[in-house]
Structure formats: C-alpha cells, structure tokens
C-alpha cells in the first residue's frame, strides 16, 4: 500500500508524542512492504529520508494557533494529487481536513492521541475548533483508531456509528544504560525521580513542584522536556522549581534512555492523556511509576506502580513518600511494570494492528 501520515511535526527528530508515535510505525510499515510518506513541517528536519519513510517538507506558518493547521491543510492537497492509497491523519486539528480527502475519494484514517480540546493552553476559540475536529475524526474517515482503551470507550459512547479501532502505543525495548552523561548534572544511580513530558498544564508538572517541596528527602527530582507555545507556564516551573528541581529542557534519545535507567522513579502527574509514550518508556526501563488516577494510565498502570488523586498535590505528596520510603516495594513495583509493557505494548503489533486497518478499509 502507499500511505500518506499528516499532522506531525515530522520524523528523525523526536518532539512528542505523534512524533515518536510515527517514528517508531512507519519503518516497520516500510519493512512490511509498504511504501510510507510522512509530511513534516519544514523547520522541523532536513532529512528526506528516514529509515525508508519518505520524507515530505511542507511549509507552514509557525505560529500556535496555525502551525498545525496550515501545514495539515497544504499536506492534504498534496496527498490529494499523489498515488496514494489511504491518508492517514493525527489527532484532531489535522482531523477537520478529512472530508476533503474523502470528497476525493481517498480512504482515510484518523489516530485519535487525546482529546486536544481538553488542554489548558488553548483558548476558547482553538479549543471549539478542536472539538470539530473531534467530531470531524469520528464522523468522516473511512476508519478512527484511537490509543486507549477509555478513548474507545468515549468514542463509543459519544459517536455509536463510528468505525473505531483500539490500537495503542508501543515502547522500544532497549538495554540498560549505565551513569555516564549523567554525572555533569550531578546524577548517579537511583538518586533522582524523574518526569519526562512537554511542559504544558495538562500535563501537571506544577503538581510535581507543589507536591516535592512539600517532602524532606535527599532524591533529587529531574525534569526532562521542553515547552510547546507554554514558555509563561515553562517559565513559571523554574522558578517556582528554583532549588527544588533540576530542569534539562528538551533531551536526546540517548540521554533519554540513561536517565530513564538510572532514575529511583518515574512520575506522571498529569491530568489527561491518550496513552503516555513517555510511561510506557518509564516502565519498559523497570521502573516504578507514580501516576495520576485518570483512566488512560489506569489502564495500563493498573496493579504495577502507584495512582494518586488526579491534580490533588497533597496525595502525590504522600505516594512519593511512602514509594520513598520503601525501595524493595519499588524495586518490585518496577519489575512487574517492565514485564507487563514488553508483553502488552510492542511496535511491532501496533505496525501489525494498523496495517489491518488498513486492510479493513481498502
């Protein structure tokens, strides 16, 4: 089949969660047989290329309120004019672009990552945009997958007649990496908790700020990642962290994977996803995980790490505490959720699951 991916930023060069999503599917789609164009946006990358994706650059207007929809508008009347057999949007801004595909006659597919209009740094007008967009994904596509579990749910009970598909994020199994890099932030092993994420409000990382001033400890807290068109919230976390947190900006794949291996725990205080990448990766690595009670890391944590009440910081005061206070139960906590992802959350049957989609339609 010939596929065309839009709404990331692109590939080859990791900034969320669709990013890496399309990173980790489309070469495996390529070495399924099939041939993958991904359209990014052209600040983005240079390469034209990646590991056999091909790689189209569209320009955009960088903006935050139109980066997204200006390039997923030009990428779709390019796809409209090529060979291709299905158009495969993400998420739900590129999502209101899907009946131009299918007034074309293209069968077309949308992944669902989260309910965008949900998140705090929209405004009123960019959230109800949004929330089109959600209709526009269950209505018009030929096929909607969604990531979780409690999307489908949603889904289901929100657009009864949709074609909807669970089909979850995967994690890359990688080995254990040693403290190297580590050390020029003072890091060794097991002696930070760490947060990975785009620092944006839903994601709750003033929580975290709240919550570990609030405990008397020698574990340091670590926190990886940048802002998305959030540089007033960013901002605000350094200074109210100034002291109590050591903030790395945005992180390498590599460094990634050393401070995802070497960290006494992984925290997710968020308060909505689509299925957290970013957890996944925290325990295919073995580590324990403190998350936040809403359903999508419900799901997956389950039995094997620790919830807290959902933007209360005072509860994700006491978990850290008791997780602190207790090693073998982390230990053990982190053993159980590295099992559990690797058997329950692989790319290679996510590449699988979405080529039968495909198929289903076509």
């Not at 590991?51 to 955009?60: E, S």
């Not at 200006?70 to 993400?90: E, G, K, Q, Y």
């Not at 996944?280 to 690595?285: D, N, Q």
């Amino acid at each position: 089949m010939k596929i065309a991916m839009i709404g990331a930023r692109g590939i080859a060069n990791r900034y969320g969660g669709i990013e890496t999503h399309l990173e980790e599917l489309c070469p495996r789609l390529v070495q399924m047989g099939h041939e993958v164009t991904v359209f990014t946006r052209s600040y983005f990358t240079k390469a034209r290329e990646y590991r056999g994706v091909n790689l189209t650059h569209v320009p955009t207007i960088k903006t935050k309120h139109l980066d997204t929809l200006a390039h997923s508008f030009l990428s779709t009347m390019l796809a409209l004019r090529a060979d291709v057999d299905v158009v495969h949007f993400h998420a739900l801004g590129p999502s209101l672009f899907t009946p131009l595909a299918r007034m074309a006659g293209k069968k077309t597919v949308v992944t669902v990552h989260g309910l965008d209009w949900q998140r705090d740094k929209w405004g009123k007008a960019a959230s109800w945009f949004l929330k089109q967009g959600e209709y526009a994904s269950a209505k018009f596509p030929t096929a909607t997958i969604v990531v979780s579990k409690s999307l489908q749910q949603y889904y289901r009970e929100h657009y009864p007649n949709s074609n909807v598909f669970y089909v979850p994020n995967g994690v890359a199994v990688s080995s254990p990496v040693p403290p190297r890099r580590i050390r020029q932030f003072g890091l060794g092993k097991r002696d930070y908790m760490l947060f990975v994420g785009r620092l944006t409000p839903e994601k709750g990382c003033h929580l975290l700020m709240d919550a570990y001033r609030r405990i008397r400890t020698e574990v340091k807290l670590v926190v990886a990642g940048g802002s998305a068109h959030t540089d007033g919230y960013a901002e605000s976390l350094r200074r109210n962290g100034n002291g109590h947190a050591l903030f790395l900006g945005a992180v390498q794949p590599d460094l990634l994977g050393e401070l995802y291996s070497n960290a006494y725990l992984f925290v997710l205080p968020s308060l909505m996803e689509g299925l957290s990448i970013c957890l996944l990766e925290a325990m295919s690595h073995g580590l324990c995980v403190v998350a936040s009670n809403i359903p999508a890391n419900i799901e997956v944590v389950e039995q094997d790490g620790l919830v807290f009440v959902a933007g209360d910081h005072s509860s994700l005061a006491d978990t850290l505490c008791r997780a602190l206070n207790d090693p073998n139960m982390v230990y053990q906590l982190g053993a159980a959720a590295k099992q559990k992802v690797r058997q329950e959350y692989d790319w290679d049957v996510v590449a699988d699951q979405t080529e039968a989609v495909y198929l289903s339609i076509l």
